[in-house]
């Protein structure tokens, strides 16, 4: 029973999306509506949206210098979904319009990104979900991933700037799960207790240092990784997430951003099942040009 326990506490903690309050609070549930006022918020820049990558897997790997990690949804993209209105979703409790709308960096393609943190438990619970997001979404869409920091005190930028660096090196479709693994299943990497399901002292929190180790695992040159980490480079990629998350009117994570017109959680969805057929309709609704 013991050996379970770990087990347990992380998925406690997965109950409850991640908040981007700083004020302890971050395993309280947030409410289904996002509490930024994403309307006084600037259009982000054109050059802040994603690059195309191939996946590896089901998730996403990335090159490049911009914010989020893409990729095609699969080898086998499902087909369209036809756009039916039968009032089942509503605007402004399902789903909320982002205002201004972001401006996207694929022509004639639909982007579906997520917002997340290796170091949310939630995003953790999701991640497989988001597997199945992407594996749906038809030809004309691809999926994006978009690392968020706002939790400095639960180590969210070192996470961050872990991605950036992966996208960087082009190792992301190969390490997406297995950095989820290591922080929530083996511990490796992660900066909460597993044992207690709180944040472990600030001096024991895994540094890009650690990380590194982490992708030597996938032939990744820990120096090199540190170098690339701490560079300009991925310093902008960090500057342009934060930036694109706040005109998005993001406060927790997991978010779901469609077309850069569209944010929902799986709250306000109603559940994991709920965002992945939201997710289908907000990109079908955008194809019919709703």
């Excluded at 590896?56 to 036809?82: F, H, I, L």
């Excluded at 120096?223 to 560079?231: D, R």
Aim: proline residues 8%; neutral net charge; charged residues 15%.
């Amino acid at each position: 029973m013991l050996k379970r326990l770990p087990f347990l506490c992380a998925a406690l903690l997965a109950l409850a999306a991640c908040s981007h309050d700083n004020n302890g609070n971050s395993n309280a549930a947030p409410p289904a509506a996002a509490t930024s006022a994403s309307s006084n918020v600037p259009a982000a820049p054109a050059n802040s949206a994603s690059t195309t990558a191939p996946a590896a897997a089901s998730t996403a790997a990335a090159t490049g210098t911009d914010a989020s990690a893409t990729a095609p949804a699969t080898a086998e993209s499902a087909p369209a979904t036809p756009f039916v209105d039968n009032g089942k979703w509503v605007e402004g409790k399902n789903y909320f319009l982002i205002e201004p709308a972001q401006p996207t960096s694929h022509p004639g393609k639909i982007e579906v990104t997520e917002v997340f943190s290796y170091a949310c438990p939630a995003c953790n619970a999701f991640h497989s979900t988001v597997d199945q997001i992407a594996r749906s979404l038809p030809p004309d869409a691809v999926m994006n991933y978009l690392a968020a920091s706002f939790r400095p005190d639960e180590n969210w930028p070192v996470y961050q700037r872990a991605f950036y660096a992966a996208q960087a090196l082009g190792v992301v479709g190969k390490t997406h799960d297995a950095l989820f693994d290591a922080t929530w299943k083996t511990g490796e990497t992660a900066t909460y207790n597993l044992d207690t399901g709180k944040p472990k002292p600030k001096a024991a929190w895994p540094t890009i240092e650690d990380l590194a180790k982490f992708y030597a695992k996938y032939g990744v040159d820990p120096k090199e990784f540190v170098g690339i980490a701490n560079s300009f480079t991925v310093n902008t990629k960090m500057k342009r997430a934060d930036d694109l998350m706040k005109a998005y009117g993001v406060d927790s994570t997991p978010t779901m951003i469609v077309n850069g017109k569209y944010r929902f959680t799986t709250a306000s969805a109603g559940g994991y099942a709920q965002s992945v057929e939201l997710t289908q309709w907000l990109v079908a609704k955008e194809a019919a040009g709703k």
